[in-house]
């Protein structure tokens, strides 16, 4: 079988509130239904990897972004950031999602750059991804439901530190 990368279309635009400020937003539809692997129900009857096979069973996912940029001073720039997201995984396939378990659905994000020369800066961001859990029916492959219940859940945090140099 195959695992192509799902195609996307996104449209941002960038206001400039102050000469020090510039506000984002960001629009994201992410088409994991097309891409069979990832877009198939997992129940389906057959082989992993065959023509028509199961998948992860994820559904299209749309995103909406907002960020600020804020120039301090000219050596200090101050971000911030929220995203959500929908969720792909529905009821009926987190067992097979126990594998990828996607199902943060808000994302805040921070950061600072500080320029320490012409060519040089230090960046420092991270971001924080809130629990949020998925429950459906555990289900075995080629035997179905079990009676009992999965829940997935999952929160993220992420750290940078980073030092440029721009030759």
């Known amino acids: 079988g195959g695992f192509d990368i799902p195609a996307e279309v996104s449209v941002g635009g960038a206001w400039d509130a102050t000469p020090a400020v510039t506000l ?7 088409f994991y239904s097309d891409v069979n692997s990832v877009g198939d129900s997992s129940s ?25 940029n804020w120039k301090v001073a000219p050596t200090l ?8 997201n929908t969720n792909p995984i529905g009821a009926s396939d987190v067992t097979l999602n126990i594998l990828a378990p996607g199902v943060v659905t808000d994302h805040v994000t921070g950061g600072v750059s500080v320029r320490v020369s012409g060519n040089s800066s230090f960046d420092f961001s991270g971001s924080y991804m809130p629990t949020h859990s998925v429950s459906g029916p555990e289900v075995i492959p080629g035997f179905g439901p079990t009676g009992r219940t999965i829940t997935l ?15």
């Not at 984002?24 to 992410?30: C, G, S």
């Open 44 to 68: 389906i009857p057959k082989p992993f990897g065959s023509n028509g096979g199961p998948g992860f069973g994820w559904h299209d996912v749309d995103v909406i972004a907002l960020g600020a």
């Open 77 to 84: 720039t101050l971000r911030a950031g929220y995203a959500h």
């Open 153 to 167: 859940s999952m929160h993220q945090y992420d750290i940078t530190v980073e030092w440029r140099y721009k030759l």
């Open 24 to 30: 984002m937003l960001d629009y994201k539809h992410i």
